[in-house]
């Protein structure tokens, strides 16, 4: 049997294989593309390491996903095509799935005020931390800058305790007594201050503020005799806590132990120590945690906290059940009033029609926050135009903020103002879409303007329209910049819970995690958030079940 030739493609490999098309014809083009390849994986390497040590590992991993996902789509034949997408694709990773994902882990931990910090991040700015001893000199201090290297300074340090001797020079590495130090042609001001010192320059007050966030990390004189500065004195300073194996932490000050419970270093050990296990500080009272800490997964805790926290649990279901009848009226009364509108333009009869739309799209155009912050001075209790024209006819004006109904039906009623035009939009759309014919059947078998308007009109209009309105109910199920800027979800449901009578779920959650005053609970909030996803993807699928019958309807039209 004659043995069959081997087939060689355009690149010359046997077999019908061919090379990556990284590869191109110019060594010069394929150069580059490896070389630009090279630099992103050279900087992806170097990230993703720093990301590691600072315990990110989520946003690590990510990265790196990222990356072999751009080398593969370069350097293999088959996912070559993805090459375009790759910016694109990388943003939508990064950008939206990423945070997802790290929301809902975080729905899961203790992240908050206080432990918002990786375990690395948290240890290292407490090892940061300085505390002078008792016995240590201290010096008021000024600062010199280097003539030669603007980031080299020095510090004339005066006495203010007994325990310090003499008046001292100390730049970095090195450290003179005042009277080993030639001024030159500088002199000692009133204070004691050389006025200048050969090779380095005084520093003002504007000079000193604008490097105030350096100079604490700064470690003057020799390496075995460290001065470092701390607020208005400088001093010979020691490393305030030591990080034992067991991740426990020893306090050289206080010779108190304190523990990571949950990511808070919360003290277990010390000399003053009761019999039932708490420390006590120097005047007699329990000793606080130490702050920061850091996030530690604690499984379904914040879950379980809002399902059996009364305080919690009470208002939550009240602001769950106004949040559905929020977005529940806002979409109908925009979709009635936009429909209105839209039938009464659509009439032929109507003079002006194009005027009329120019002029109703109006509150469409203008940024909702402006309005419903003009909407806010419209309804004000005592000074806006609504009540003063209500008492003007001899009548209380509504509490539009103070008042649990008035102050929703203010909302209500914003939303309406900002919403109809959207509306008014679509149906008119909808409506000239609609065929002509099957009206005019309905006129021949008698039925009334009503009745075409109920049985033909609006199912055919609720399917083109229908998803819109369940996009229009989501929206207004987050709907935070309207409720928020009208009253902050007051009046209070009580004066121990963070919810109003007009808050939604997106305005308490943000209560919670940023309004409650006592620090941010990023936990917490990221699991209302997951319910609030939860709900809302629920309530789209039955109103997408809804939208297939309203199709069945129109179907039989």
Known sequence: MEAQPTQNNASGLPGGKTLAAIYGSSWFGTAFRLGALALIDAFAIWFVAQLAGEGEWILAGFVAVVTLGINAAYLLN???????????????????????????????????????????????????QLYLPEDAPTYSWTVFRSSDDPDTYALWLIPTSDLATETLFVPEGAQFSASEVDLGEFELDDDGIPTGIPGYERLGKADIGIIAAVLPEIEFGESDNVIKIKGQRAGIFRQKYTLNDDGSLYDNETGVLYKAIEGTYTPTEGPNMTTDGVVLDADGEPLDVIRPGYYVPIGFDNFQRLIENERIRGPFIRV??????????????????GLFLSLMLNAGFMPGRAILRTGLLVPYAIPAFISVLVWKGLLNEHLGVVNKAVEYIGLEGPRWTSNQWWVKVGILLIQLWLGFPYMMLITTGALQSLPGDIYEAAKVDGASVWQQFWNLTLPLLLVAVGPLLIASFAFNFNNFTIVELFNEGNPPISPDTAAGHSDILITYTYQLAFGSGRGADYGFASTISLV??????????????????????????
């Open 532 to 557: 609030i996803f939860l709900m809302v993807a629920v309530i789209t699928f039955f109103n997408f079940r809804f939208t297939q019958s309203w199709e069945e309807i129109s179907e039989n039209v």
């Open 78 to 128: 088959g996912l070559y095509p993805y090459r375009w997408f790759s910016p694109g694709l990388t943003l939508l990773i990064i950008m939206i799935i990423y945070p997802t994902v790290f929301t809902v882990y975080v729905a899961f931990t203790n992240y908050k005020t206080g432990n918002n910090l990786t375990v690395q991040q948290a240890e290292t700015q407490l090892l940061k």
């Open 320 to 337: 769950f059940l106004w949040t559905v009848a929020h977005a529940f009226f806002s979409v109908l009364l925009t979709f009635s009033l």
